[in-house]
């Protein structure tokens, strides 16, 4: 699949949040973010696990980290400077990962 990697223009950046609840502009960088908990550790783990089969698929990979149950993702496209279509397309797929982990 190709997808462009070119930036958001400003209508996109405008529905970007509501196409993607749950996530928000980073603060200090163009990216998107979101914190998610898990039951524990483990669901944590498998959660990453997921969304990095995933992620290599689409070869583009989220910034992460992971605290016991806690797991902070950022997404942004360094080819493009800043938030494209990859990052809005990875974060629905992180969504839906998110909900399949979590019931």
Do not use: K
Not at 36 to 42: G, H, T
């Amino acid at each position: 699949m190709t997808v462009s990697v070119t930036p958001l223009n400003a209508e996109q950046r405008s529905q970007l949040l509501a196409q993607l609840p749950g996530w928000n502009l980073h603060p200090s960088r163009d990216a998107i973010c979101r914190n998610f908990s898990f039951a524990d550790f483990s669901a944590a783990w498998g959660f990453m696990n997921r969304v990095a089969l995933e992620a290599e698929r689409m070869n583009h990979h989220p910034e992460w980290s992971n605290v016991w149950n806690r797991v902070e993702v950022v997404l942004t496209t360094h080819d493009a400077g800043g938030l494209s279509m990859l990052d809005v397309r990875l974060a629905g797929h992180i969504d839906r990962l998110a909900a399949a982990c979590q019931s």
